[in-house]
């Protein structure tokens, strides 16, 4: 299988911070990465696919960035509203495998 | 609008037996993968396996594999997983989510989850 290393597990940062979340996979996955958002309580939601597609309902201050086995998720102004855990996913090989999980408070 | 909504909250004891729901509206059911995913408290998420509803075909991970069992029902555009014999560790939330177009693409919808409780 496929393991997905996301790092940090947590990071703090101030409202307006450029924030960038990093996701390590154990073998060249080309460009087939997603990564989800998921708020407190709540089922998780796709941001972005094929590691720097967004979604149409994600707005611009998000970004990916990556291929092969190292990616990015950006946030360039982070806002109370993107308090939440973030999640990479590999799709390249079976079984798809998450990432841990980056999770994103305000400082 | 693509809509998968999920059967509701479930109290079973250790050794039941259990099936969980997953409606899908909006779309062409048979032709898009459907996935389940597993979040334990406090946890991340687990990938279980996806569904193809056309012909049923199946990917389970290594580590579900055996343990529970998916399948669906064309004729009501709803996918189900199931479990034989529950165990406590069983406990979690299960999400069931559409795929992207073809076999290996990323997951687009999600259901609201469906939090399955398994104690004595």
């Known amino acids: 299988d496929i393991q997905m290393t996301q790092s940090p597990s947590a990071l703090s940062a101030s409202v307006g911070d450029r924030v960038t979340l990093t996701c390590r996979a154990s073998?060249?996955?080309?460009?087939?990465l997603a990564w989800f958002q998921q708020k407190p309580g709540k089922a998780p939601k796709s941001l972005i696919y094929?590691?720097?597609s967004l979604q149409n309902w994600v707005p611009s201050k998000f970004s990916g960035s990556g291929s092969g086995t190292d990616f990015t998720l950006t946030i360039s102004s982070l806002q109370p509203e993107d308090v939440a855990t973030y999640y990479c996913?590999?799709?390249?090989?079976?079984?798809?495998?998450f990432g841990g999980g980056t999770k994103v408070e305000i400082k | 609008e693509v809509q998968l909504v999920q059967s509701g909250a479930e109290v079973k004891k250790p050794g039941e037996s259990l099936k969980i729901s997953c409606k899908v509206s909006?779309?062409?059911?048979?032709?898009?993968?459907i996935g389940w995913v597993r979040q334990m408290p406090g946890k991340g998420l687990e990938w279980m396996g996806v569904i193809y509803p056309d012909d049923s075909k199946t990917k389970y991970s290594p580590a579900f594999q055996g343990q529970v069992t998916m399948s669906v029902d064309k004729s009501i555009s709803t996918a189900y997983l199931q479990w034989s014999s529950l165990k406590a560790s069983d406990t979690a939330m299960y999400y069931c989510?559409?795929?992207?177009?073809?076999?290996?693409?990323?997951?687009?919808?999600w259901g609201q989850g469906t939090l399955v409780t398994v104690s004595s």
């Open positions: 094929d590691a720097s």
């Open positions: 989510a559409r795929q992207d177009y073809g076999d290996y693409s990323s997951l687009l919808e």
């Open positions: 909006g779309h062409s059911f048979p032709t898009y993968w």
């Open positions: 996913q590999q799709y390249h090989n079976y079984p798809f495998t």
């Open positions: 073998q060249d996955i080309s460009n087939y």
